[in-house]
């Protein structure tokens, strides 16, 4: 069975770079939720995406941006970078409701 | 606000036992509950998922329960085998689309 694609799988940035962190959901799962998971941290929900249109928002900094697009895969964009943004970024997507998520095998960002 | 906690943080048995897993959230309004699966380095597996109207899941050798009312769920793992090595996260939905990760319990399966 298809599962959640994200790409890259590892990333290496230097710090005050930009970076794009796609993701891409099981085939007729209109939800995406974007993760943030720091060393030996549980993971931080950050933004929500349904049909499209941000659904909730929980501890994304300013300097980074999600959107879904027409297509449904969605793309986390992080500017100015710092070493606090080194982390384990996952993606989820689920069907509409009160469905089980389903997790990518999530991004590793490394920003040295 | 919605807090998750897991109790033990640690936790090494000898393969063959029965265990038990806390999760504590402190609103009952939740929309559901997903117990997860993460080995290190990797990403998180779903194992179960329990909806605030029903009172357990069960799945082989794991039975998820769910008391909204006491804010806890249970995850028992029957006849542990080393393979069930991983950490175990219980994580809250709290809205249409927010869900709250517990801490996890770090778990060793001793051969």
């Known amino acids: 069975a298809a599962g959640v694609i994200q790409s890259p799988r590892h990333l290496i940035k230097e710090k005050r770079e930009t970076a794009t962190l796609k993701c891409y959901p099981i085939p007729r799962h209109d939800t995406v939720y974007w993760y943030q998971q720091g060393p030996g941290q549980d993971p931080q929900f950050l933004i929500s995406?349904?049909?499209?249109?941000?659904?909730d928002k929980g501890s994304i900094p300013d300097r980074f941006s999600a959107q879904q697009f027409s297509d449904y895969h969605s793309e986390l964009n992080m500017s100015s970078l710092e070493l606090g943004d080194s982390a384990l970024y996952f993606c989820a997507s689920s069907l509409p409701g009160l469905n089980e998520q389903f997790f990518g095998p999530g991004t590793r960002l490394t920003v040295l | 606000k919605q807090e998750v906690t897991q109790i033990p943080a640690a936790l090494s048995v000898p393969e063959g036992e029965n265990l038990v897993l806390n999760c504590s959230f402190t609103d009952s309004a939740i929309y559901n509950l997903q117990w997860f699966r993460q080995d290190p380095g990797k990403g998180l597996t779903s194992l179960l998922l329990i909806q605030s109207s029903q009172r357990e899941q069960t799945s082989g050798r794991l039975n998820a329960s769910l008391d909204k009312s006491s804010g806890r769920s249970t995850l028992y793992i029957a006849a542990s085998q080393p393979g069930d090595s991983a950490t175990y996260l219980c994580a809250v939905k709290t809205s249409y689309d927010k869900v709250i990760f517990g801490p996890g319990t770090s778990l060793s399966v001793i051969p």
């Open positions: 995406f349904y049909e499209k249109m941000q659904s």
